[in-house]
Every structure is written in structure tokens, then in C-alpha cells.
């Protein structure tokens, strides 16, 4: 191509003019979560041992025992879901054989949202919900999570206000649904939950949410103030609830900007359901930076998924891998190559599934002890049956708040 027809090209390149608007947003700074900042690592350098499937199978069952030790096992059940824990629990029985029989009869429509009310009502229990809170979902698909949260939030505030009428007491400043925002690096899905989020923030009732403006901020010229991210973000405006959809990768966002954006002063519960491997850690290490820039989330609950998409630089503890003997590049790699192996489905594979297994768990035990030494506490747990889906494992993580730091509000 000529050089004069690639510049009238680009000139008018919706891709490029799209990359361009969203980096002149104050939150997109490019691979600020990705470890890419990090000292080169010796580890990266040095030759690994051939892989030998059995050998190293057998070192990822030792390591499991070992991150036991470190981290006070807890028994688990029999795969099923289960509470809050800390260690790396081995699978249960389930996994492989029961793993067969997937879904138990369910649709996958009704297993995810099987998945999505486990999410909502452990933040129900947790006390997280109609406190006014900023709900950010990370690979946000569809949205359907963020709205299984909020019409729970509903329900808890409107029974709140009930209550609270009925004791002729004025509806308190609680009684706030918060804002939302939806993030994902792909284009949203046609059919979507963004329109009843935003019918759900426009709120009937004014004691539930101040009326939202829902207009679309979509930055012109570059982004301007209030603007949702040139990659096509649309949404309300400040103040009040408020709906956003941001089209970005999670590798560049600064969380700390972007919910400053959405609601300023307000806390932020991360949230994802199914994020898969390498945006895990992205959305981990923003989650730490915004407790480092002084707005520590109110809580953080991520689904993992897709173990073997993990990236070595981004993956947030190497140290605590290599105290259990995966120091090379290409230890972590196996390690991510043999997690897969847990979604295998019959019983005469049970052993590769459990090795899978013991190999995904040693990554988000890693994880969750990535939050602990940033100030948070956290925990691993199985949040739905694994016949629900084998990808079932919720890292939940309140930041710890230190002296100095804003409560949350
Ligand atoms: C397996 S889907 C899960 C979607 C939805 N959360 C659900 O449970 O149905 C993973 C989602 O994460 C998004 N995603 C993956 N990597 C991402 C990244 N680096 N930044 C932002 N979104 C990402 C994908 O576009 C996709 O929508």
C-alpha cells in the first residue's frame, strides 16, 4: 500500500481513533498492571529441567501439601461449595467423575446464574451491599453479575426502608444503591443488562438512588471531563447513581481514576465472575494500587478461571511459587499447562484432573496471599458445586484499613 493511502487510512481509522481517545483518559495508562515494570527476573534467564509429565505432576502434589503447611489447610467437602478458607484445599472428590455429569440436568444458563446468586448473596452476607458503594465488574461480559448484585441490593435496601418506615424513622443516608460500572475489553454483548442496570439506578423510588442522569458521556475529541473511556464507554453522569460501560483492557486501568470518575469519595467493590487467567492478576494488582492511592476497595470477590492463560510477568507472587520450587519461566508455564487438566471429565482421568486441580489451586493460593502482604485480608472458597462449574473457586478479600485511611463510605 502506499504510504499516502495508509496516512488517509489512518486518519480515519475508528480502531485507531478509538486507542487514541482512551488513552488521553486519565485512568488508561498502558501495562500499569501488568508487572511489566519489574526487574528482570533471573528466573526468566535460566534454563528449566525438560518437562516430564509424571515428574512434574508429582512436584505439583508436593507443592500443594507444602502450600498446606504454609497455609493452614482446611478440610474441604466433597467438592461442594463451601466457606471461607485460606489454604490451598485439595479438590474434591467430584472433580473428574462427578465432573461428568455437569450441570446435573441444568442449562448453562441456569448454572451461571447459579454462580452469580452464590456472588450476591455472600456480598449479602457480608454486609456489602446497599451501602452506596461503587460496584465495578471486571470482564464484565453481559453484565448480568452486576445486575444479580444490585437487584439483591435492592431488595435488602427496600426492605430496609420498609422497616425503617414502619418504625417511622427517616430513610438514612444507607439506603443507596450505588453506582456501576461494567469493564471488559470486548465489545459488549448484544443483548446485555445495561439497560435494565440503568433502569435499576434511575431507581423508582427516590430513597433507593438519586435519579441518575443517563446520558452517554462518550468522549469526543479525545475524552473530556466525565468521559468513560474511548474505547466506547457510555454511562451515566457523576454524582448520584450512575451507569458506565468502559471498553478497555484491565492491563491499563487505573481503578483509582476510573472510580474517582464514577462516584468521587465513594468506595469500590470489585467484582468478576470467570476472569480469565492473566486479567485475574491485572484486576488484583489494580485492586492493590487502589488501596495504596488511599481509597481501599470495600471488597474484592473474584471467580477465577482459564489457569493455563496466566502470564508469568503479570502473575502478581512469583516468590511464593518459587519457595515451592517453580522458580523458572518455564515451571510456571507447566504449572498453567497442567491446571487444564482439571476440566478433563472421566473418571479413568481423575488423577491428571486432580493434579489440574492442585495446580490451579496452588496459583490462587498464590494470589490470595498476594493481597494478604498489600493489606488486605483474604480467602479462598468454593463458591458453587463443582457440577455446577469446575471453575468454582472465589478469592473474596476486605481491605484492611490502617491508620489514616478513609473508612468505608
Ligand atoms: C469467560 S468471560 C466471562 C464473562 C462474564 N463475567 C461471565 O461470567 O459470563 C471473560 C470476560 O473477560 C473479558 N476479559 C478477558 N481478559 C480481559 C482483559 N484483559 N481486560 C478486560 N476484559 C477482559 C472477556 O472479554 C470476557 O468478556
Redesign the pocket.
Known amino acids: 500500500m502506499k504510504a499516502s493511502r495508509i496516512e488517509a487510512h489512518l486518519r480515519r481509522c475508528p480502531i485507531l481513533a478509538e486507542r487514541n481517545a482512551l488513552l488521553a483518559c486519565d485512568y488508561c495508562s498502558p501495562a500499569v498492571n501488568t508487572g511489566a515494570g519489574e526487574t528482570e527476573l533471573d528466573a526468566e534467564l535460566e534454563e528449566a529441567e525438560p518437562f516430564d509429565e509424571w515428574k512434574f505432576a508429582a512436584r505439583v502434589l508436593r507443592a500443594h501439601a507444602a502450600a498446606g503447611a504454609i497455609a493452614a489447610c482446611v478440610a474441604a467437602g466433597a467438592g461442594g461449595a463451601d466457606g471461607d478458607r485460606t489454604s490451598a484445599d485439595p479438590p474434591g472428590d467430584e472433580t473428574g467423575a462427578a465432573a461428568s455429569a455437569l450441570g446435573g440436568g441444568r442449562t448453562g444458563k441456569a448454572r451461571?446464574q447459579e454462580q452469580r446468586d452464590a456472588i450476591a448473596a455472600r456480598m449479602v452476607s457480608m454486609g456489602l451491599l446497599n451501602q452506596g458503594h461503587t460496584l465495578v465488574e471486571?470482564?464484565?461480559?453481559?453484565g448480568?453479575?452486576a445486575l444479580t448484585i444490585m437487584l439483591r441490593a435492592e431488595a435488602e435496601v427496600s426492605g430496609e426502608t420498609a422497616a425503617e418506615v414502619k418504625g417511622e424513622k427517616a430513610a438514612g443516608a444507607k439506603a443507596q444503591l450505588g453506582s456501576v460500572c461494567l469493564?471488559?475489553?470486548?465489545k459488549s454483548p448484544a443483548k446485555n443488562a445495561d439497560g435494565r442496570l440503568r433502569g435499576l439506578l434511575a431507581g423508582s423510588s427516590p430513597a433507593l438512588a438519586p435519579p441518575a442522569r443517563i446520558t452517554g458521556w462518550r468522549p469526543k475529541n479525545g475524552g473530556g471531563a466525565g468521559g468513560s473511556g474511548g474505547g466506547g464507554g457510555t454511562g451515566g453522569d457523576i454524582g448520584g447513581a450512575c451507569f458506565a460501560r468502559v471498553r478497555?483492557?484491565?492491563?491499563d486501568l487505573e481503578l483509582a481514576k476510573l472510580a474517582e470518575r464514577i462516584a468521587p469519595g465513594r468506595h469500590t467493590l470489585l467484582v468478576?465472575?470467570?476472569?480469565?487467567g492473566?486479567?485475574t492478576d491485572?484486576a488484583l494488582r489494580s485492586a492493590v494500587a487502589l488501596r495504596a492511592a488511599g481509597a481501599p476497595p470495600a471488597a474484592v470477590l473474584i471467580g477465577t478461571?482459564?489457569h493455563h492463560r496466566c502470564d508469568f510477568r503479570a502473575y502478581p507472587n512469583r516468590p511464593f511459587l518459587c519457595r515451592l520450587g517453580f522458580v523458572h519461566r518455564a515451571d510456571f508455564e507447566a504449572l498453567c499447562r497442567v491446571s487444564s487438566w482439571s476440566s478433563v471429565s472421566t473418571a479413568a482421568t481423575s488423577e491428571r484432573a486432580y493434579v489440574g486441580a492442585c495446580a490451579k489451586a496452588l496459583l490462587d493460593e498464590g494470589r490470595a496471599e498476594y493481597l494478604r502482604a498489600h493489606g488486605f485480608q483474604a480467602t479462598l472458597s468454593r463458591y458453587v458445586n463443582v457440577s455446577v462449574s469446575p471453575e468454582n473457586m472465589l478469592l473474596t478479600a476486605t481491605a484492611v484499613v490502617t491508620a489514616g485511611m478513609p473508612a468505608a463510605q
Open positions: 451461571h471486571y470482564g464484565a461480559g453481559n448480568e453479575l469493564v471488559d475489553s470486548a478497555m483492557g484491565l492491563e468478576a465472575k470467570h476472569l480469565c492473566a486479567a491485572y478461571c482459564c
